[in-house]
């Protein structure tokens, strides 16, 4: 089964489970390696507890193993998507306008010196197009949803003028 497939079905499981808890689905990655590694990002509106992710991580994992969705072993990951969160479409980076963020390119960018990854601040997103200001190159770039490999939110730190020294 393809990793499309594999991650919706992920999602018709999961999203019952939380609907109860008053969590939401924001993702799921699947990862490579020896095992595969299944990441499911929940979040609710005061965020989520370890006990709702543990309790999440055993309802899931006893339903996939009943609907058989994956044949080989996997790990079981529930998390928060965090302070850098990833996005899995762009609905949700339309929330975070504003704010800084990574995308990498599924391809290197024909007018962008062939790079694949870019970071700058989120300017607008439109139908399946998102905008960024580079301020490094000092210009936008627009690209297809489509086109991005991944994607995620940075969190900056605010400065509080704490630790710097005096002189």
């Known amino acids: 089964m393809g990793g499309d497939a594999t991650r919706q079905r992920i999602k018709d499981i999961v999203e019952p489970i939380l609907e109860p808890m008053g969590v939401a689905l924001w993702g799921v990655e699947l990862g490579a390696g020896p095992r595969l590694l299944v990441r499911i990002y929940v979040e609710g509106p005061e965020g989520v507890t370890i006990d709702q992710c543990a309790e999440i991580s055993r309802h899931t994992g006893l339903a996939m193993e009943v609907e058989d969705v994956l044949s080989n072993a996997y790990i079981l990951e529930v998390s928060s998507p965090g302070l850098e969160r990833p996005f899995f479409s762009p609905a949700q980076m339309a929330t ?64 509080t003028g704490k630790g710097k020294k005096k002189r």
């Not at 290197?108 to 960024?132: C, I, N, S, Y």
């Open 96 to 159: 975070y306008v504003g704010s800084p963020v990574v995308v990498v390119l599924r391809e290197a960018h024909p007018d962008m010196a062939g790079r694949r990854k870019f970071q700058g601040e989120l300017t607008g997103v439109e139908d399946e197009t998102v905008t960024l200001r580079l301020p490094e190159q000092d210009c936008t770039l627009s690209v297809h949803w489509n086109d991005i490999k991944k994607t995620h939110l940075v969190h900056v730190f605010p400065d």
